[in-house]
């Protein structure tokens, strides 16, 4: 890994280090100024940012986090190494995020740091192929659904991919009875040839599924203590902090990121293990792979096999796992109660609109329903991610865009032009491939809510009406460009 601190007393700049210590999706174009996600290292107020399924651009409160660290950094670098440094501000960083996640007094659990999602992805398939006598079976649930880097990071000669669909032919979901006969047809023939199996449980996918059921899940595992563990790929992190609990106390690893939900910068991973799991894997050898991803003071104090790792100082990692905090803590200070009555009324507001607009066509998003594994108390069991599909309206009936038109859209909506709606400038989450549609191969954009907008509407004094004013233009600047897109031609 390469180490960020060049020479004493200096750091890159705030926004060169959020940009640093990733790989090159997290690099900003020369020209725009922006990354693949359409996100830049700066705070950018006057964009509506409704894309958080995907990326979000920088906070104005994250950035001033990440300076402030920044700052810190330069201080204490005047008389520390850096790899001092970054593994004492790394062990606060783990130290809070487990308080923030209220999950400060379970002994025994480990939680390791890593640049992405995808990363985390990797050491736990590592681990699960570790010391194997034949590959591991990773099961997840179809590539388009999860992370673009997620199955290509799963394989190796230590483990072997198999992908269950959730959604059906024409976008709409699958039954879960259906997803979750499929998962156990799999990790049943497996398990039969003594194989492990990863079994990946996604809360939530790109367009708001959970995958396979809590139930089938947790039943699997109980079966087959043995030959199945579990990843819970939460990195959306759409989950309410017993939800994390629950997972963590069935005996799932789960895997955050703070980028999508909390808003901060791309790339910055979490993995948490509970201690039966953290114990069983440190039996195992530690994956060579890892070596390159990794430093030694992204993983627990005294992590078997981690003392050979580099001692390199990823401060783009530490930064962007800053403004991932101070996001959590300013959402964590909001009263659920307000949580759940924001994220109704928005929901109804939304559903309402794409229903009735003849440019949108709302993807069905089952009950995010857990049991039994937790009951729907808490705001996680609310929709926060609205996947829809785009038509051109016409006289004789509408037709849906294909997916290059449906890109071509999503691409203009952070571009301004004179007059309303044009000059609104949005962000949605990007296209999803859905299936198709009268023989047309679809895309679903992602209307999505985030921690930022939450504690926005919260603490606002119209409660929230503003939100979702500017969730509805967003929806306007959408079907604007639906509709130049068919003067155009």
């Known amino acids: 890994m390469q180490n960020l601190f060049k020479t004493p007393g200096n750091l890159p700049s705030t926004e060169q280090l959020l940009l640093a210590g990733g790989d090159a999706r997290i690099a900003v174009d020369p020209l725009s100024g922006l990354n693949k996600y359409g996100c830049g290292p700066f705070p950018d107020p006057q964009l509506l940012a409704f894309g958080s399924s995907t990326a979000s651009i920088i906070s104005a409160e994250g950035f001033a986090a990440a300076d402030r660290l920044r700052q810190k950094l330069l201080t204490a670098l005047g008389t520390e190494s850096p790899s001092t440094v970054y593994a004492r501000e790394m062990q606060r960083i783990r130290q809070e995020c487990l308080r923030l996640c209220d999950l400060s007094d379970v002994t025994g659990l480990e939680l390791i740091f890593s640049p992405s999602g995808t990363d985390i992805h990797s050491i736990a398939s590592q681990y699960a192929g570790s010391g194997a006598s034949a590959p591991a079976l990773a099961i997840m649930v179809e590539a388009n659904e999860t992370g673009s880097g997620v199955a290509s990071a799963l394989a190796d000669n230590t483990v072997e991919i198999a992908q269950v669909s959730i959604r059906l032919d024409d976008g709409t979901p699958k039954p879960p009875t259906a997803i979750d006969a499929d998962a156990e047809a799999l990790a049943s023939k497996a398990v039969a040839s003594n194989r492990r199996v990863l079994l990946i449980l996604v809360d939530q996918s790109k367009t708001g599924l959970i995958a396979p059921s809590p139930a089938c899940v947790i039943a699997l595992h109980r079966r087959f203590p043995d030959n199945i563990e579990v990843l819970v790929d939460a990195c959306q992190f759409r989950i309410a902090m017993p939800t994390l609990r629950a997972y963590l106390e069935q005996g799932f690893m789960v895997a955050l990121t703070g980028s999508k939900f909390l808003t901060a910068p791309t790339f910055s991973g979490m993995l948490l293990l ?216």
């Not at 959402?331 to 949108?360: G, K, M, N, T, Y």
């Not at 954009?445 to 119209?462: F, G, H, K, M, Q």
């Open 274 to 489: 509970p201690p039966a799991l953290a114990e069983r894997f440190q039996k195992r050898p530690f994956p060579r792979r890892l070596s390159s991803c990794s430093s030694k003071a992204d993983w627990p104090t005294n992590w078997t096999g981690a003392e050979h790792l580099d001692h390199a100082a990823n401060f783009g990692l530490l930064l962007r796992c800053e403004v991932a905090l101070e996001e959590l803590r300013r959402f964590r200070a909001v009263p659920q109660a307000a949580v759940i009555e924001f994220l109704q009324a928005f929901s109804e507001a939304i559903r309402q609109r794409l229903a009735s607009d003849p440019h949108f066509e709302p993807l069905p998003v089952p009950p995010l329903d857990r049991r039994p594994l937790i009951e729907p108390d808490n705001w996680d069991h609310l929709q926060t991610i609205f996947p829809f599909l785009l038509y051109h309206p016409q006289p004789a009936g509408r037709t849906p865009l294909s997916r290059e038109e449906t890109l071509h859209v999503y691409r203009q909506l952070p571009e301004t032009a004179a007059g309303m709606p044009s000059s609104i400038r949005c962000q949605l989450g990007q296209p999803v491939a859905c299936g198709s549609r009268n023989g047309a191969a679809v895309s679903a954009l992602r209307l999505c809510l985030s921690s930022r907008l939450i504690v926005e509407a919260t603490t606002s004094s119209d409660k929230g009406i503003g939100v979702i004013k500017n969730a509805l233009l967003a929806l306007d600047k959408t079907a604007w460009l639906i509709q130049s897109s068919v003067n155009e031609v």
